[in-house]
């Protein structure tokens, strides 16, 4: 069955860096585009960064630009999140998610940005 698992979250300091990790298992990973959400307390899910199948084109929310990368390891069958400058406005649980009907979602890391 489709599964996927994210790792990487953790306390950072503004301004730091974290990179997450989605590690995917059940499906035929590459074909699929991933996506990475995020959702604060007290807040809607939000859709932090995507990536496509094949070309791998990218999209982010305009909020991360410039600050996240999205990238996969088809090999690997994981998806990455690559994130820096990071300000307390992104602490939030952090979740990976393939689409589709159904989609799938992982269960979700924690980022803390924090001093």
């Known amino acids: 069955q489709v599964q996927l698992v994210e790792s990487g979250g953790g306390l950072v300091q503004p301004g730091g860096s974290l990179r997450l990790s989605c590690a995917a298992s059940?499906?035929?990973?590459?074909?699929?585009?991933m996506s990475w959400y995020r959702q604060a307390p007290g807040q809607d899910r939000e859709l932090v960064a995507s990536?496509?199948?094949?070309?791998?084109?990218?999209n982010y929310a305009d909020s991360v630009k410039d600050r996240f990368t999205i990238s996969r390891d088809d090999a690997k069958m994981t998806v990455y999140l690559q994130m820096t400058d990071l300000t307390p406005e992104d602490t939030a649980v952090y979740y990976c998610?393939?689409?589709?009907?159904?989609?799938?979602w992982g269960q979700g890391t924690q980022v803390t940005v924090s001093s």
């Open positions: 998610q393939r689409p589709g009907n159904p989609a799938f």
């Open positions: 059940g499906f035929t990973f590459s074909i699929w585009t």
């Open positions: 990536i496509a199948a094949a070309r791998g084109t990218t």
